[in-house]
């Protein structure tokens, strides 16, 4: 076997971020899966710079394990090798605004027809009803979620997250929803249609404040790096940078004093639960400061988290990669051979039966077209 998924077909309909990179994880997982673009190609082709031999990084990221042809849907003899597609499909993904398929005949309703096992994946970005007139971009949703009203200093403006965050958190919940739809299919033989909007998984994805509001009614607010609810929950600065410091617990804050060499902080009644902590937050900062200043942020990473006291530098990307290599997590993997080698992020997941595999490079427009043309049936091809 190649993977958990080995023997699934999936029609990718989808471009930009969210379903590709749904896709690309199913890929790893051993799924076929045939990425289905416009004449001009998904749009992150044209995302650059940064590039890697004239390709954009973007596309590379979210697109290996792939095979590519490129369809136009305003053609019929073309759409018609997309439905033949969506026959044939155990899964069909798609992020086009609702009922923007339907004139190619490939909805739901009319694909389940000639397909009924298809688990029939949509990503929009405010659902099926009222909203579904409204672009979904993932700058959008953390606008109107409400995330960019948690980001940023309490004084200064509201900012975005520094990556489409909901697109990739709604990527996560379709391959989900997917994998549910499959053991469903698997047990009844019948496939359905399987529904993801940016906003919901945004809102789901703001967690305690979300839930601030809708069980306490409460309207959270920024706070910088600050934790409204936990403290220390941090970056506190060092010699040199600031270190992110985590002792959300009691016995973790003990820990965190003794090795300041502070122990008898840590039995000041004033900061003895984390509900003290926290609403003293601004006479305990100083206290753990003034030691941490007497080292650098490195160095206090070692000590700490050798004593059990979750913290962590606050790296760029590089000193990122770097970490998940100290740590073993082999973070890059080669995919293709030659001159279509490309280096690409590893899957998340490790597999100790069905271990996930990196069987195709990103692929170039249309790269496979003649071979899935002739197996769809394209009697021209």
């Given at each position: 076997?190649?993977?958990?998924?080995?023997?699934?077909?999936?029609?990718?309909?989808?471009?930009?971020?969210?379903?590709?990179?749904?896709?690309?994880?199913?890929?790893?997982?051993?799924?076929?899966?045939?990425?289905?673009?416009?004449?001009?190609?998904?749009?992150?082709?044209?995302?650059?710079?940064?590039?890697?031999?004239?390709?954009?990084?973007?596309?590379?990221g979210i697109n290996r394990g792939k095979r590519s042809i490129a369809l136009d849907l305003r053609d019929e003899a073309d759409a018609e090798l997309?439905?033949?597609?969506?026959?044939?499909?155990?899964?069909?993904?798609?992020?086009?605004?609702?009922?923007?398929?339907?004139?190619?005949?490939?909805?739901?309703?009319?694909?389940?027809?000639?397909?009924?096992?298809?688990?029939?994946?949509?990503?929009?970005?405010?659902?099926?009803?009222?909203?579904?007139?409204?672009?979904?971009?993932?700058?959008?949703?953390?606008?109107?979620?409400?995330?960019?009203?948690?980001?940023?200093?309490?004084?200064?403006?509201?900012?975005?997250?520094?990556?489409?965050?909901?697109?990739?958190?709604?990527?996560?919940?379709?391959?989900?929803?997917?994998?549910?739809?499959?053991?469903?299919?698997?047990?009844?033989?019948?496939?359905?249609?399987?529904?993801?909007?940016?906003?919901?998984?945004?809102?789901?994805?703001?967690?305690?404040?979300?839930?601030?509001?809708?069980?306490?009614?409460?309207?959270?607010?920024?706070?910088?790096?600050?934790?409204?609810?936990?403290?220390?929950?941090?970056?506190?600065?060092?010699?040199?940078?600031?270190?992110?410091?985590?002792?959300?617990?009691?016995?973790?804050?003990?820990?965190?004093?003794?090795?300041?060499g502070i122990p008898e902080v840590a039995d000041d009644p004033s900061f003895a639960s984390n509900a003290d902590r926290t609403e003293n937050r601004?006479?305990?900062?100083?206290?753990?400061?003034?030691?941490?200043?007497?080292?650098?942020?490195?160095?206090?990473?070692?000590?700490?988290?050798?004593?059990?006291?979750?913290?962590?530098?606050?790296?760029?990307?590089?000193?990122?990669?770097?970490?998940?290599?100290?740590?073993?997590?082999?973070?890059?993997?080669?995919?293709?051979?030659?001159?279509?080698?490309?280096?690409?992020?590893?899957?998340?997941?490790?597999?100790?039966?069905?271990?996930?595999?990196y069987s195709l490079p990103p692929p170039e427009l249309d790269e496979h077209g003649v071979e899935l043309r002739k197996w769809l049936g394209d009697?021209?091809?």
């Amino acid at each position: 076997m190649t993977g958990p998924l080995d023997g699934i077909l999936v029609a990718d309909f989808s471009r930009i971020l969210a379903g590709p990179y749904a896709t690309m994880l199913l890929a790893d997982m051993g799924a076929d899966v045939v990425k289905v673009e416009g004449p001009k190609g998904d749009d992150t082709r044209s995302w650059m710079p940064p590039v890697r031999d004239g390709e954009s990084t973007y596309y590379l990221g979210i697109n290996r394990g792939k095979r590519s042809i490129a369809l136009d849907l305003r053609d019929e003899a073309d759409a018609e090798l997309g439905r033949e597609l969506a026959r044939r499909a155990d899964v069909l993904i798609e992020n086009f605004k609702p009922g923007g398929l339907d004139r190619y005949g490939l909805d739901y309703n009319s694909v389940r027809a000639d397909n009924s096992g298809l688990i029939y994946a949509s990503i929009t970005g405010f659902g099926t009803g009222a909203g579904r007139h409204v672009p979904g971009y993932d700058l959008m949703v953390q606008a109107i979620s409400g995330l960019m009203s948690l980001t940023g200093d309490p004084d200064g403006p509201p900012y975005r997250a520094g990556i489409s965050v909901f697109d990739v958190m709604a990527g996560n919940h379709a391959v989900i929803g997917i994998l549910a739809a499959l053991r469903h299919r698997d047990a009844t033989g019948r496939g359905q249609h399987v529904e993801v909007n940016l906003l919901s998984s945004a809102l789901t994805g703001l967690v305690n404040h979300s839930s601030a509001f809708a069980a306490g009614g409460v309207v959270p607010y920024r706070m910088g790096n600050a934790h409204p609810s936990v403290f220390p929950y941090e970056p506190l600065p060092t010699k040199d940078n600031d270190l992110i410091v985590a002792a959300a617990n009691d016995s973790q804050f003990r820990r965190l004093c003794e090795v300041l060499g502070i122990p008898e902080v840590a039995d000041d009644p004033s900061f003895a639960s984390n509900a003290d902590r926290t609403e003293n937050r601004e006479q305990l900062r100083p206290l753990l400061t003034d030691r941490l200043v007497e080292r650098g942020a490195v160095e206090w990473f070692d000590l700490l988290v050798e004593a059990g006291v979750p913290c962590g530098p606050i790296n760029t990307i590089d000193g990122g990669f770097a970490m998940a290599e100290r740590f073993e997590l082999d973070p890059i993997v080669e995919v293709g051979a030659g001159g279509r080698a490309v280096p690409t992020t590893r899957h998340p997941i490790r597999f100790s039966a069905t271990p996930v595999s990196y069987s195709l490079p990103p692929p170039e427009l249309d790269e496979h077209g003649v071979e899935l043309r002739k197996w769809l049936g394209d009697k021209d091809a």
